[in-house]
């Protein structure tokens, strides 16, 4: 973990820097370790959309995923490697992502002849050289003296990770459903329903405060709910109008993914769930994942404060919409 820290007073902090269907990076503070949680920005981007809040991207002390979905990973092999940190996934989203980055591409038949000729080429040369190091012993060791000294020591290609579009600095690997310390901050990693391999949702817990960040998935169930109660912070996927989705530009397929029980949470889902099995404990409610094409920021906090009447403390300038294009200001405890 980072020794040297910049932090404010508040040692607690929760920032979105975005939240939507083109990239989704928050912060989370605790103590002396800072987590971003999902890097669906560019490294550039990123960092920028850090500084406008005052965070120093250099003091980030590790990155946690959620999913493999490109709005969530699309920056993130090139921030990790930036900055030399640990990314922390479970194993059946590692595989998920390293497959996306190397896909399986399909050959033609005569692109498989020529690969193997080429490949046999490759092996005949390989033969000839090895038949000309058998040289006398004589015209060895001239071949030897006349070479540099420093050719004689081997150098390591420092350009090979590089090529290798999944290669990080380090990898850790965690489950749902137990819990893990990263620095000064406890997390709790829970399954959540929706399209990915192994997506989880996350309860942060440092110096008795408690956030969670539950976007992408279908529907609440029982798992979630549970994880969800008695915190002290609430990212909660806001997602589409129904109306606006069935009347939008996507084509049909997509429809029944976003509305299925492993798609997105419809603002109508989320106003029940806020209005029924919310226990109100949250000072602060973030709405999130809003779609551009599908939601409009008025639909989705009418629904929240309307499902809220009954937590008159949450409303007002305590319930957010996190947004795609602009961080949030740092909600601080």
Same mark, same amino acid.
């Given at each position: 973990?980072?020794?040297?820290? %910049?932090?404010?007073?508040?040692?607690?902090?929760?920032?979105?820097?975005?939240?939507? *269907? =083109?990239?989704?990076?928050?912060?989370?503070?605790?103590?002396?370790?800072?987590?971003?949680?999902?890097?669906?920005?560019?490294?550039?981007?990123? +960092?920028?959309?850090? #500084?406008?809040?005052?965070?120093?991207?250099? /003091?980030? !002390?590790?990155?946690?995923?959620?999913?493999?979905?490109?709005?969530?990973?699309?920056?993130?092999? $090139?921030?990790?490697? =930036?900055?030399?940190?640990?990314?922390?996934?479970?194993?059946?989203?590692? %595989?998920?992502? $390293?497959?996306?980055? *190397?896909?399986?591409?399909?050959?033609?038949?005569?692109?498989?002849?020529?690969?193997?000729?080429?490949?046999?080429?490759?092996?005949?040369?390989?033969?000839?050289?090895?038949?000309?190091?058998?040289?006398?012993? &004589?015209?060895?060791?001239?071949?030897? !003296?006349?070479?540099?000294?420093?050719?004689?020591?081997?150098?390591?290609? =420092?350009?090979?990770?590089?090529?290798?579009?999944?290669?990080?600095?380090?990898?850790?690997?965690?489950?749902?459903? =137990?819990?893990?310390?990263?620095?000064?901050?406890?997390?709790?990693?829970?399954?959540?329903?929706?399209?990915?391999?192994?997506?989880?949702?996350? $309860?942060?817990?440092?110096?008795? $405060?408690?956030?969670?960040?539950?976007?992408? @998935?279908?529907?609440?169930?029982?798992?979630?709910?549970?994880?969800?109660?008695?915190?002290?912070? @609430?990212?909660?996927?806001?997602?589409?109008?129904? &109306?606006?989705?069935?009347?939008?530009?996507?084509?049909?397929?997509?429809?029944?993914?976003?509305?299925? %029980?492993?798609?997105?949470?419809?603002?109508?889902?989320?106003?029940?769930?806020?209005?029924?099995?919310? !226990?109100?404990?949250? /000072?602060?409610?973030?709405?999130?994942?809003? *779609?551009?094409?599908?939601?409009?920021?008025?639909?989705? %906090?009418?629904?929240?404060? #309307?499902?809220?009447?009954?937590?008159? /403390?949450?409303?007002?300038?305590?319930?957010?919409?996190?947004?795609?294009? &602009?961080?949030? *200001?740092?909600?601080? +405890?």
């Amino acid at each position: 973990m980072h020794r040297l820290k %910049r932090y404010a007073h508040f040692m607690v902090r929760f920032t979105v820097l975005a939240s939507g *269907s =083109k990239g989704n990076c928050t912060v989370v503070t605790g103590g002396n370790t800072r987590i971003l949680v999902d890097a669906g920005l560019s490294c550039r981007e990123l +960092f920028r959309r850090m #500084r406008m809040v005052d965070e120093d991207p250099a /003091t980030l !002390d590790a990155i946690i995923i959620t999913h493999e979905h490109s709005d969530h990973v699309a920056g993130l092999a $090139v921030t990790a490697r =930036k900055l030399g940190i640990p990314v922390y996934f479970t194993e059946g989203t590692h %595989r998920a992502w $390293v497959r996306w980055l *190397s896909p399986r591409r399909q050959m033609t038949y005569t692109q498989w002849l020529e690969q193997c000729r080429k490949q046999a080429a490759a092996r005949m040369a390989e033969a000839d050289a090895a038949m000309n190091d058998e040289c006398d012993p &004589e015209e060895a060791e001239i071949s030897a !003296d006349s070479a540099p000294v420093e050719t004689a020591v081997p150098i390591p290609d =420092k350009t090979i990770p590089e090529k290798d579009p999944t290669w990080l600095p380090s990898i850790q690997f965690f489950q749902a459903g =137990k819990q893990l310390q990263i620095g000064d901050i406890s997390v709790s990693p829970f399954t959540i329903p929706h399209d990915a391999a192994d997506p989880v949702g996350f $309860v942060f817990q440092a110096e008795g $405060v408690r956030m969670a960040v539950a976007t992408d @998935l279908g529907y609440i169930p029982p798992n979630v709910k549970a994880q969800l109660k008695s915190v002290d912070l @609430l990212l909660l996927e806001s997602n589409h109008d129904l &109306e606006m989705l069935r009347d939008g530009p996507y084509p049909w397929s997509v429809k029944q993914r976003v509305l299925s %029980r492993v798609g997105h949470l419809s603002n109508e889902a989320t106003a029940t769930y806020l209005e029924t099995e919310y !226990d109100g404990q949250a /000072t602060y409610v973030i709405l999130g994942h809003l *779609s551009e094409s599908n939601n409009l920021p008025e639909l989705a %906090r009418i629904s929240a404060e #309307r499902a809220l009447n009954g937590h008159a /403390t949450l409303l007002g300038d305590r319930l957010f919409l996190a947004a795609q294009h &602009e961080p949030m *200001s740092n909600i601080c +405890f």
